[in-house]
């Protein structure tokens, strides 16, 4: 079984530059997450889409980042402008749905550095 | 508010000795656990998850995890650990339909 997939792995960037990370989840999970996880820390969600409904963005900055799932399979998280502290590890999960108590699958992960 | 905290933050034990990893929760009503593992270079993997019943869950290589709801703790151990084992761990929880939300994770080293 293929596993979640994201890309790119790792990205460097300019402050007040743009980004744009893509996630591909296991085919026919209907849940997918994006974590947002600092150096020593551990990850902290972003936002959780059902399906291309969004069901939690109370912790995305939206005055800089925006996530879209158009089709309810893929997705991107977009970061505009870029701020020194978005510098982390930007994972993306995936579980079949949220009823009942659904195994969330990550991904490996985009490590991005804002210089 | 949901929050899931590990106090210990690195440790480093020899081949052969015994793990716990304390973690403790802040939820009200029912919660579900989890511990994660990301061994060097890899993705965050399932360790194990506690929705309800035996509050004493086994998971995958030897770990096992005991719920105690009257000192909201959910520690993971193992007998004997194996330099393998050589990881970060996160517990995590959630209840209901919301997203996990993760301990701030323990840094494993085992020597052999």
């Known amino acids: 079984e293929a596993g979640v997939a994201q890309s790119p792995r790792y990205k460097i960037i300019e402050k007040r530059q743009s980004v744009a990370f893509w996630c591909n989840p296991i085919s026919g999970h209907a849940t997918l997450y994006w974590y947002q996880q600092i150096l020593g820390q551990g990850p902290k969600l972003l936002i959780q889409f059902q399906n291309n409904g969004v069901v939690d963005d109370s912790q995305l900055p939206k005055d800089r980042f925006s996530a879209e799932r158009l089709k309810g399979v893929d997705s991107t998280l977009k970061i505009q402008p870029a701020k020194l502290e978005d510098s982390a590890v930007y994972l993306c999960?995936?579980?079949?749905?949220?009823?009942?108590?659904?195994?969330?699958?990550f991904g490996p992960g985009t490590r991005l550095t804002v210089l | 508010a949901q929050s899931v905290s590990q106090h210990n933050h690195h440790v480093i034990l020899s081949e052969a000795a015994s793990l716990e990893l304390g973690c403790n929760y802040s939820?009200?009503?029912?919660?579900?656990l989890f511990w994660y593992v990301q061994y060097p270079g890899q993705h965050l993997q399932l360790l194990l998850k506690?929705?309800?019943?035996?509050?004493l869950v086994k998971g995958i290589k030897g770990f096992e995890a005991e719920f105690i709801k009257s000192k909201f703790s959910f520690n993971l151990r193992k007998p004997s650990v194996q330099w393998s084992d050589t990881a970060e761990y996160f517990c995590?929880?959630?209840?209901?339909?919301?997203?996990?939300?993760f301990g701030s994770g323990t840094r494993l080293q085992v020597q052999p």
């Open positions: 995590a929880g959630h209840t209901g339909r919301r997203a996990l939300t």
């Open positions: 506690y929705f309800s019943g035996d509050p």
């Open positions: 999960a995936s579980s079949w749905g949220t009823s009942g108590l659904p195994e969330q699958f």
């Open positions: 939820y009200g009503g029912t919660v579900n």
